[in-house]
Structures are given as C-alpha cells and as structure tokens.
C-alpha cells in the first residue's frame, strides 16, 4: 500500500510561487498514475493536475494552465506541482492522489484515484 506525504505549502502573496512535493513511501508510485487535486472551504474537490506513470501524458485544470506545471521523478518516487503567479482564488489544502494503473493515462476524477496523502495547506493573500 503507498502512502503519501505532501509538503511545501505555505502562505505566500498574491503573484508568488510556491512548489509542492509528493513523496510515496511503501509500494513504489513507477506505475502509477499521479494527480494533485485542491479543495477550498465549502467546495468540492478538485483536480489541479495529473500525470501519467510515464510522465508524457499530463493534464492541467483550465484555471491553472500556464502557471502550474505537474512533474515526477520515478527514482525519488516524488511528484512536484511548481505554482507560479499565484492568485487568491488558489488559497485551498493542495492533496496529493495515487492511482494504480496498467495504462499510460492520466485520470481527472476523486473517486478514481486509490491513495490520497494528508493534504498542505496553500494560503494565498491579496
């Protein structure tokens, strides 16, 4: 079973940038594919961005495209989400989500995902 620890969240101004890492311990994340999804207070979850095990097939929210960029390091077994111009509407806790696969896709969906870390919170001030 994986288990997932995200960090590198924070509060930071409006326009800055912030980078998370997801780090598997356990069962290796090599074939699986990875998402990081946000929920701010009385929202639902959503998906932010997701990657497939090989990394060539990457999907990105439209409210996030060309800000956020989603990559992984198999042989650290991390996944990273650098933000950059960071808005307020960006303020939420920031999870990372594993799941198992035998394709090389990538998956948009909360209930499709298998493993979800603790969650970091991302704090963004006007």
């Known amino acids: 079973q994986a288990q997932l620890v995200e960090s590198g969240g924070g509060l930071v101004q409006a326009g800055g940038s912030l980078r998370l890492s997801c780090t598997a311990s356990?069962?290796?994340?090599?074939?699986?594919?990875m998402g990081w999804f946000r929920q701010a207070p009385g929202k639902e979850r959503e998906v932010v961005a997701a990657?497939?095990?090989?990394?060539?097939?990457?999907y990105y929210a439209d409210s996030v495209k060309g800000r956020f960029t989603i990559s992984r390091d198999n042989a650290k077994i991390t996944v990273y989400l650098q933000m950059n111009s960071l808005k307020p509407e960006d303020t939420a806790v920031f999870y990372c989500?594993?799941?198992?696969?035998?394709?090389?896709?990538?998956?948009?969906?909360?209930?499709?995902?298998?493993?979800w870390g603790q969650g970091t919170q991302v704090t963004v001030s006007s």
């Open positions: 356990g069962r290796a994340i090599r074939r699986r594919t």
């Open positions: 989500a594993a799941k198992l696969v035998l394709d090389n896709g990538y998956y948009t969906l909360p209930r499709e995902y298998n493993y």
């Open positions: 990657i497939s095990w090989s990394g060539s097939s990457i």
